[in-house]
């Protein structure tokens, strides 16, 4: 019953892998982006990557509007960045599959994306400077196997993981934030 419980919490096998690509679009994709929505309004998420609910798949769900208390959600299929550029900004990032933990990581500001909807139709989005473009590159990483964690320098990513290890000995689950 409880849909948290279907997040896979790190570290995990699965949020190391390269998702394969959606070869076609059928129910059981639909299902699964319906799901994944579910999941991620649930734990107050603005984006989640269907390997961080065990499906290795380039499949990602976005909503950056839901904290305006309106759903806007946005389904990527396939995402590829065409375009990240523009200076490098720093963000406070969390991640459902890391709860418990905000990390500090540096992005390129501008990012142009393409993917198909469940439709089958193939969007554009393109985002500056703000959280949709953090959360666009957040989450398509998650499809080739990277973390918040990758994007620190080794030093942070040491102290970062022992931070995070703590977080979840005090019995953090997703959705926590710091
Ligand atoms: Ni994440």
Not at 75 to 95: F, M, S
């Amino acid at each position: 019953m409880s849909q948290i419980g279907d997040i896979v919490v790190g570290p995990d096998q699965r949020l190391k892998t390269e998702c394969k690509p959606v070869e076609k679009i059928d129910d059981g994709i639909k299902e699964l982006a319906a799901r994944m929505l579910e999941d991620m309004y649930a734990t107050d998420g603005c984006g989640l990557a269907a390997p961080q609910v065990g499906e290795l798949i380039q499949l990602v769900v976005i909503d950056v509007d839901y904290g305006s208390g309106k759903k806007n959600p946005y389904v990527l299929i396939n995402p590829t960045i065409v375009t990240a550029d523009g200076d490098e900004v720093e963000t406070g990032e969390g991640c459902l599959s890391f709860p418990g933990v905000t990390l500090q990581v540096k992005r390129p500001s501008h990012v142009v994306v393409r993917a198909k909807n469940l439709d089958g139709d193939l969007i554009q989005y393109e985002a500056h400077d703000n959280l949709l473009a953090v959360c666009l590159q957040h989450e398509i990483d998650h499809l080739h196997g990277i973390t918040m964690f990758d994007h620190l320098s080794p030093l942070k990513r040491v102290r970062a993981m022992r931070e995070y290890e703590d977080a979840l000995a005090n019995g953090a689950k997703p959705g926590d934030v710091e």
